[in-house]
């Protein structure tokens, strides 16, 4: 790739070539390429449409270099919501690379990877794992010998399963990733720094803090070392480190580390929204509504003059602003404002999208607690038609769906299709706890036990209400379930302490 120098010199040249010859195409497709690595799609996106058509002009539709300048295109569309736009183009440049290297090169990776990707980002789980599995086995079956290539394979597997809740996965693919990286690049260079974050945010999600922070605290002091304090790549270290603290309740350091980023020089104004938007979300749990309010308006009135009134970025940010005015019990403006959410969403993606889902599962949230039970029974049926759509049956989403519907129903006198669903949401969550048993420490686990929502309190509460010999067995049964499982974890004084509580409850 081109230095930033060498792409200056490069444009300068430009006057020297015909604007339409092969030389002006190869010379748009490395500015495309560097753009690229800036993440800068709007302007990215005509000078990688322009390398693309001056290539084909010049080379024919069914040359390499014209599926490398598509899997740039493909990339960016992607990153400006654009997925449809972005499947057809890199399904085209796949397709010109299997024509000109077979269908099991490592040429084809990066198209791969990248349609892989797009289905992380829609967690379309069904059309991501084909892709995925052709680039993983590329590396295996060719014994390909860059570590570089491998590092990068394992971090988007890692993306992937992240992407899905399945922590355990992502976790083995980002270990791999890391060691690859480090070999390819050195520990301390900043190309691994991107792998060890994606491994401390996993660490993260697993709820193992002590080896989150540290990693996340290495990389800060890696982008220090090369870039200085107030170079704006510091802003990503700062991020992490914020929404780290953010998931552990500790917001004075999380509010610290954001507006550390504030005081970097020349950042981009939508990385500065990026930055208020998580400063509203601390003063939304920290009850400081009007902070939280003015934040987001701002936020808003930023992404709707940058995109549009009807973009999915715009729908994100009034998701906030809905979140506090339901916190102030303002339950009209809340509801018209899930109600304008969904319709962006439906206009975007249709109305089958997981967007749609979370907004549903939202305003279904904001009727129970209003007390109008049908409304959000109606809701939580849509969500979980979309969500088993979407997901494989054991995913946490699906098993919380059933289970929140299963709720409503119960709070209508409706047992028998609470009951059912309560079953349904359960089987997903067992294996989910298992995932999270494996895993957890200590503390956790007793955590978890104590508290024990996740493994049989849905089953317990529907006990209490029917008192039925159907309902109690089934609760029960997840009852000495959890029991066995922290008996399995833990051992002595420790697990029999965490068990007393629940001879009480019995």
């Given at each position: 790739?081109?230095?930033?120098?060498?792409?200056?010199?490069?444009?300068?040249?430009?006057?020297?070539?015909?604007?339409?010859?092969?030389?002006?195409?190869?010379?748009?497709?490395?500015?495309?390429?560097?753009?690229?690595?800036?993440?800068?799609?709007?302007?990215?996106?005509?000078?990688?449409?322009?390398?693309?058509?001056?290539?084909?002009?010049?080379?024919?539709?069914?040359?390499?270099?014209?599926?490398?300048?598509?899997?740039?295109?493909?990339?960016?569309?992607?990153?400006?919501?654009?997925?449809?736009?972005?499947?057809?183009?890199?399904?085209?440049?796949?397709?010109?690379?299997?024509?000109?290297?077979?269908?099991?090169?490592?040429?084809?990776?990066?198209?791969?990877?990248?349609?892989?990707?797009?289905?992380?980002?829609?967690?379309?789980?069904?059309?991501?794992?084909?892709?995925?599995?052709?680039?993983?086995?590329?590396?295996?079956?060719?014994?390909?010998?860059?570590?570089?290539?491998?590092?990068?394979?394992?971090?988007?597997?890692?993306?992937?399963?992240?992407?899905?809740?399945?922590?355990e996965t992502a976790l083995k693919s980002a270990l791999i990733s890391v060691e690859a990286g480090i070999e390819s690049f050195g520990e301390y260079h900043p190309r691994t720094s991107e792998y060890i974050s994606l491994l401390s945010r996993i660490y993260q999600k697993l709820g193992k803090y002590e080896l989150a922070e540290p990693l996340m605290l290495k990389i800060k002091n890696i982008y220090e070392r090369t870039y200085g304090f107030d170079n704006p790549v510091m802003y990503y270290s700062y991020i992490n480190l914020g929404e780290l603290y953010i998931s552990q309740g500790r917001y004075d350091e999380a509010e610290y580390y954001f507006t550390q980023c504030l005081k970097i020089p020349d950042i981009k104004k939508s990385l500065r929204i990026g930055i208020l938007t998580n400063l509203a979300e601390i003063y939304l749990e920290l009850g400081k509504l009007e902070k939280a309010e003015q934040l987001s308006n701002e936020i808003i009135e930023f992404r709707r003059k940058q995109f549009g009134g009807n973009h999915p970025s715009v729908a994100l940010s009034l998701k906030l602003l809905a979140n506090i005015y339901y916190k102030q019990n303002n339950f009209i403006t809340a509801q018209n404002t899930y109600l304008k959410i969904l319709d962006i969403f439906k206009y975007s993606y249709g109305d089958n999208s997981l967007f749609a889902a979370s907004t549903l599962s939202d305003l279904a949230q904001l009727y129970s607690a209003f007390d109008m039970p049908k409304k959000a029974e109606a809701c939580l049926t849509k969500v979980v038609a979309i969500r088993t759509n979407k997901f494989l049956p054991d995913h946490p989403l699906v098993a919380k769906s059933y289970l929140d519907l299963a709720v409503s129903q119960l709070s209508q006198d409706e047992t028998d299709n609470a009951f059912e669903n309560m079953l349904k949401g359960l089987h997903g969550r067992r294996e989910f706890i298992d995932r999270v048993f494996h895993y957890a420490s200590t503390e956790q686990k007793l955590l978890y036990t104590k508290n024990h929502p996740l493994i049989y309190d849905p089953l317990f509460i529907l006990a209490l209400e029917t008192n039925t010999q159907k309902t109690i067995k089934a609760a029960s049964e997840m009852i000495l379930r959890g029991k066995a499982l922290v008996i399995d974890a833990l051992s002595g004084d420790k697990a029999i302490a965490a068990c007393e509580s629940d001879r009480e409850i019995v």
């Open positions: 790739m081109l230095t930033d120098s060498l792409l200056s010199e490069a444009i300068l040249m430009q006057n020297s070539f015909d604007s339409t010859s092969l030389m002006a195409g190869r010379l748009w497709y490395k500015k495309s390429e560097v753009g690229n690595l800036l993440c800068d799609c709007k302007e990215i996106i005509p000078i990688a449409e322009r390398a693309v058509a001056l290539l084909k002009k010049n080379l024919g539709g069914n040359h390499p270099e014209v599926a490398y300048a598509m899997e740039i295109l493909g990339y960016v569309l992607a990153h400006d919501y654009r997925y449809d736009e972005s499947v057809k183009v890199l399904k085209k440049s796949l397709k010109i690379l299997e024509n000109n290297f077979g269908e099991k090169s490592e040429k084809l990776s990066r198209s791969l990877c990248y349609l892989s990707r797009i289905g992380v980002i829609q967690y379309d789980a069904k059309n991501v794992l084909p892709y995925f599995n052709r680039a993983i086995s590329y590396v295996t079956e060719n014994d390909i010998e860059s570590k570089k290539r491998i590092a990068d394979l394992y971090q988007f597997h890692a993306h992937l399963y992240y992407g899905f809740s399945d922590y």
